[in-house]
């Protein structure tokens, strides 16, 4: 069974930064995973990808910003943010790439509020 636990969102001003954390079960350490972003009144959308050899990838409003590295012996993912921006205020939740993209019913975990403030 899948559980997916993220931590470490809170609000900060402009140009900070914060760590997020998640941390998984009944995921393989063979599956590429992902963080995502949920934006008020916006579809989720993913904003880091990492492979299991870790490569990773961006969107572009965020590539230069923030960081994608997991940690396979402890079954955990970390998302490093620097210079955030009120634009990136939402909920950030992480996932495993294939089952987000085939299972229309994936389970997701609570997520963590990120709030930027102007």
């Known amino acids: 069974q899948v559980q997916l636990v993220e931590s470490g969102g809170g609000l900060v001003q402009a140009g900070g930064s914060l760590r997020l954390s998640c941390m998984y079960s009944g995921i393989s350490a063979l599956n590429a995973m992902a963080w995502y972003r949920q934006a008020p009144g916006k579809q989720r959308e993913m904003v880091a990808f990492?492979?299991?050899?870790?490569?990773?990838s961006y969107s572009d409003s965020v590539k230069g910003r923030f960081t994608i590295s997991r940690d396979n012996a402890e079954n955990a993912m970390y998302l490093e943010m620097n210079n955030l921006k009120p634009e990136d205020t939402g909920v950030y939740y992480c996932n495993d790439v294939v089952r987000v993209m085939t299972d229309q019913n994936v389970y997701w975990g609570q997520g963590t509020q990120v709030t930027v403030s102007s």
């Open positions: 990492i492979s299991r050899q870790e490569g990773t």
